[in-house]
């Protein structure tokens, strides 16, 4: 009797297991990881740094900070409430906040900023879009002659955006940028891109780069034991956990000095991304040739509650389909008795 039963339940259990199963959260996809970005001209430990930019975003929210001057953590002069000048702020969510110590638009011909700083963020108004983006920049001074010339010293820009799909964070510092005309000359370049990969140079004119490391060799390593040990043009990364990070930097020195470590010209950030969900893949899947087909046959939307879980009715019929089944095929395969005729 148990053979017969358990007979009968096989294809019945073979036909409940292939009833189609609505999504559930277990294959809602994964979100990219959050993304970072920092750069800075120069720095001794982490108390005193110069044209420090940092940004980040992540699913929920975006900041951004930017400092030309800054002590234990802080701009130098700090902002007061009164809104004097300031030589660093921070942004976050939406909006952007900047300013300058000192500053002559307007006035002249020629355009000077000392300590100009800038932070930036967006995202907390589009969220259903799911993106959020930071920047930040700030420079010791800058000069510009508009749609002519522009001369900018100790600069440093960090830019993250992040989607549910990916992931992105990069940084620049340079010792001087200057543009003028066609001509661009950049002086002590660091830098990691979107990709999470590093690169520094010493000088750049017109996209060309001059004093690599590949080109200067071990002319950028020194180490004196117990003193000090100094390397320069040093770009690292690797991925880690789905998370891609990249340094970069254009001298390093440490020593036992009080203000250990030391840098100059400093970048680093971050880049991941997500996975799908099951059904934005079988979307993408679908050729573009079907999809208005699939538009044109698909039900008007209802205001019902969404479908989470399984078809009950699917269900039942296919399991009651196979348990007939079952029968059918034990009586069908059942021995039969002989029947001996008389003689």
Not at 1 to 25: D, E, H, Q, S
Not at 147 to 162: C, F, G, P, V
Not at 240 to 245: C, E, F, H, L, V
Not at 327 to 338: Q, V, Y
Request: glycine share 10%; hydrophobic share 40%.
């Amino acid at each position: 009797m148990r053979r017969t039963i358990l007979t009968a339940a096989a294809p019945a259990c073979l036909l409940v297991g292939f009833t189609p199963i609505a999504a559930t959260a277990d294959v809602a996809g994964t979100p990219a990881p959050p993304a970072s970005a920092t750069a800075t001209a120069a720095q001794l430990s982490d108390q005193v740094s110069i044209s420090k930019s940092e940004a980040k975003a992540d699913e929920s929210s975006s900041d951004a900070s930017a400092s030309v001057i800054s002590v234990g953590g802080k701009p130098v002069p700090a902002e007061t409430p009164s809104g004097g000048s300031s030589s660093g702020g921070t942004e976050s969510g939406e909006g952007e906040n900047k300013g300058a110590l000192i500053d002559t638009v307007d006035k002249s011909p020629v355009r000077v900023q000392v300590a100009p700083w800038k932070a930036r963020a967006t995202g907390q108004k589009n969220s259903k879009e799911s993106k959020r983006t930071s920047s930040a920049s700030a420079a010791l001074a800058t000069v510009e002659v508009p749609d002519h010339a522009k001369i900018s010293l100790l600069t440093s820009d960090a830019n993250a955006e992040h989607t549910s799909m990916q992931s992105t964070g990069k940084s620049t510092s340079d010792a001087a940028d200057i543009s003028i005309g066609d001509m661009r000359f950049v002086l002590l370049h660091s830098e990691v891109n979107s990709s999470a990969k590093g690169d520094t140079y010493l000088v750049g004119l017109n996209g060309q780069k001059i004093g690599t490391r590949e080109q200067l060799g071990e002319l950028c390593a020194l180490d004196v034991s117990g003193v000090a040990a100094v390397s320069c043009l040093t770009a690292t990364g690797g991925t880690s956990n789905g998370i891609a990070s990249g340094e970069a930097e254009v001298l390093g020195i440490q020593s036992p000095l009080p203000f250990n470590p030391a840098s100059a010209f400093a970048t680093a950030g971050t880049a991941g991304s997500g996975t799908p969900s099951i059904l934005q893949s079988v979307a993408a899947a679908v050729p573009i040739t079907e999809a208005p087909r699939a538009a044109a046959a698909a039900p008007a939307p209802s205001a019902q509650l969404p479908r989470t879980g399984a078809a009950v009715g699917g269900l039942a019929a296919s399991g009651l389909i196979g348990l007939l089944a079952g029968f059918a095929m034990r009586l069908l395969g059942r021995p039969r008795s002989k029947v001996q005729l008389p003689a």
